[in-house]
T-cell receptor
């Protein structure tokens, strides 16, 4: 079974402080991990995925298979980072990527000025 | 290029009724997934349609059914509505991934269903 856990529902930091949003997963195969973000009054959108190993808006996330974690980090938070963040997992079915995403419950990040 | 659109934006139904929600996929996308998002929860996968056939389903009862049309738009039908069906229903579209690659899912704004 696939499961994604985000232990913090709420996270508050001050502008310029480092931020880390935690995500742990459970999956027996080789998962693909993602972070999705939802800004106020906007639709859910992809922030980054572990395969691309890129930094988006200063955010990075490293897949740690030993700890089954995929924490999202940013060294200096900005006010515009305030949003709902979801960690998600996609499992493979056969040889192709399978579209089912399993989401965590989400973490509301608030960055104070 | 237009994004994913959903209709209606909101609707209110009573217990036992049936509802149909609609989704137009993004141009060039042939796969549509539906998700249910209850208040305070992350989205939960309902099912996925590819080339007009269901090819993946989450843990939802048969009264949740769907259709995909030749133009790749999709419907979600829910029969015998229950109070717990009150939620935001999200549609997401993507191009079916090539072997070994992932194509991003693009989400619509959602339909807010309230069951009284």
């Amino acid at each position: 079974a696939q499961r994604v856990t985000q232990p913090e529902k709420l996270l508050s930091v001050f502008k310029g402080a480092p931020v880390e949003l935690k995500c742990n997963y459970s999956y027996s195969g080789s998962p693909e991990l993602f972070w999705y973000v939802q800004y106020s009054r906007q639709r859910l959108q992809l922030l980054l995925r572990h395969i691309s190993r890129e930094s988006i808006k200063g955010f990075t996330a490293d897949l740690n298979k030993g700890e089954t974690s995929f924490h999202l980090k940013k060294p200096f938070a900005q006010e515009e980072d305030s949003a709902m963040y979801y960690c998600a997992l996609s499992g493979h079915a056969g040889g192709t990527s399978y579209g089912k995403l399993t989401f965590g419950q989400g973490t509301i990040l608030t960055v104070h000025p | 290029e237009t994004g994913v659109t959903q209709s209606p934006t909101h609707l209110i139904k009573t217990r036992g009724q049936q509802v149909t929600l609609r989704c137009s996929s993004q141009s060039g996308h042939n796969t549509v997934s539906w998700y249910q998002q209850a208040l305070g929860q992350g989205p939960q996968f309902i099912f996925q349609y590819y080339r007009e056939e269901e090819n993946g389903r989450g843990n939802f009862p048969p009264r949740f059914s769907g259709l995909q049309f030749p133009n790749y738009s999709s419907e979600l039908n829910v029969n015998a509505l229950e109070l717990d069906d009150s939620a935001l229903y999200l549609c997401a579209s993507r191009s079916e991934a090539r072997l070994g690659s992932y194509n991003e899912q693009f989400f619509g704004p959602g339909t807010r269903l309230t069951v009284l």
